[in-house]
């Protein structure tokens, strides 16, 4: 499978192979034939399966480049994520006369606006607030438009950013082919894409995590920082990033790590534009060793490379964000390590993760070593410590049937679910201890096939 198979045109076919792309993703094959169709397109797509080539394929085959006006408009929530989307474009049309633009905020307006006097491109690509304000400037004109794309529509969504998407939508003609980017779809969303999206193909491609491990380490309560301090004594990563919910801890733990002679980077909304490409800039270049950063700051950059993920704390709002944490490595062809720093409280949340079928792997710090924890997933599972299972509901449930009631008929009761207690906790341990027994099994597998290299 490649990407002739599509019918692109030669010179997009040689420009992919120049940058490598030989074999298109799950997502490309799914996507690229309905976008050359014109079909309206949802797409809910997990971080690193390719989507970005999976719109800009379509859209450069079909540009006309006798017509010098916009013809597509891709939109995205941050500067980094427009500014990436742009070079990738500009890689794929090496030796050709399509004109592309990239229009984001941190920028000197007046300098962008100017540069449109003459020249309106056929491909522009940017954040929406600066869209909007060139626009309203009249230098913009996106009335011609024939393919737009939203892209991390979510992430545009949480950020507040749906009245200037509004605002350009309805400066677009009614029969613009629109395709939506987005990890999750929450019905708030699905409601606002209703108004503009008829005639619309979903397609969701799942998460595939087994690229990935997700390793869980309890805190027990215990100093953070410090675990973390003896998690990184462990390995020595390509590229390690490290996920803080609260922005105000980015400075501390970077201070942590410095004084440990490592190489870090802060990655937070706060810096000023120009820092935050710098930082981005050194970052591809492989400046650092470690990053430290938010959610908003990391989410939706492909950062080649990195080898290792650790969230001190899990997000707090949305368990969604775990996965873009977490997709941030195993890429492509590559594995990789999700830590994750969690107590008792996490419980609900762990809870969730279970459902969705993440792989789970629970460990304990113990005498400075990273060892196995059996950890009792019944509460996990159920929720509520005391909410019964089937055995425990059929005794209580019996016990309620007897109208005859008999003295120390409690004692009796309890004394009963006791003894299913003790027997779903021995049989919830034998199978815990055969899981270890198998991964372990596995990694010395693993281990033997590596050194036999």
């Known amino acids: 499978m490649s990407f002739q198979q599509f019918n692109l045109q030669p010179w997009l076919i040689a420009n992919l192979q120049k940058e490598k792309l030989i074999t298109p993703t799950q997502v490309q094959t799914e996507i690229i034939p309905l976008a050359l169709n014109n079909q309206n397109l949802i797409i809910q797509s997990p971080t690193g399966s390719g989507k970005t080539h999976a719109f800009l394929i379509p859209i450069l085959n079909k540009c006309d480049t006798t017509i010098k006006a916009t013809q597509a408009v891709i939109i995205a929530p941050t500067r980094e994520l427009a500014q990436q989307t742009f070079n990738f474009c500009k890689a794929l049309i090496k030796d050709q006369d399509i004109t592309i633009a990239c229009l984001v905020g941190g920028k000197d307006i007046n300098r962008q606006s100017n540069n449109l006097t003459h020249n309106q ?79 619309t193909t979903t397609i969701t491609i799942a998460n595939k995590s087994q690229q990935i491990r997700h390793v869980f380490i309890n805190r027990h309560h215990q100093d953070v920082k410090k675990q973390l301090q003896f998690l990184l004594s462990m390995f020595d990563p390509y590229l390690c990033l490290i996920f803080v919910n609260n922005k105000d801890e980015i400075k501390t733990i970077g201070d942590i790590l410095i004084k440990l002679d490592k190489k870090v980077a802060l990655l937070h909304g706060r810096l000023p534009a120009r820092e935050r490409a710098q930082t981005f800039k050194r970052i591809k270049n492989f400046d650092y060793q470690y990053v430290i950063c938010s959610d908003i700051a990391a989410r939706g950059i492909d950062i080649e490379g990195v080898s290792h993920v650790i969230s001190l704390q899990l997000p707090t709002n949305n368990m969604e964000y775990y996965f873009h944490r977490a997709g941030r490595t195993g890429r492509g062809k590559y594995s990789g390590i999700s830590y994750v720093f969690y107590d008792k409280n996490d419980n609900s949340a762990l809870r969730k993760l279970k ?17 196995v924890e059996i950890t009792n997933e019944t509460i996990i599972r159920k929720g509520k410590k005391n909410q019964p299972n089937k055995e425990e509901q059929y005794i209580i449930n019996k016990f309620k049937a007897n109208k005859k009631v008999t003295p120390g008929y409690k004692k009796k009761l309890n004394r009963d679910l006791e003894a299913v207690k003790k027997e779903t906790r ?20 693993k281990k033997l096939f590596e050194e036999s290299k």
């Open 121 to 199: 491109p056929q491909i522009v690509i940017g954040t929406p607030t600066r869209l909007k304000k060139i626009y309203e400037l009249n230098m913009l004109a996106i009335t011609t438009t024939k393919v737009l794309v939203i892209d991390e529509c979510d992430m545009l969504f949480e950020m507040g950013f749906m009245d200037d998407l509004d605002f350009l939508i309805s400066k677009i003609h009614q029969q613009v082919q629109i395709m939506t980017f987005s990890a999750t779809i929450l019905p708030q969303l699905a409601s606002w894409l209703k108004k503009y999206m008829t005639n």
């Open 355 to 371: 459902n969705l079928h993440v792989p789970l792997e629970y460990y304990k710090i113990k005498d400075n070593k990273l060892v």
């Open 426 to 445: 021995r049989q919830h341990i034998k199978a815990s201890i055969k899981k270890i027994k198998k991964t372990e099994a596995i990694a010395r597998r």
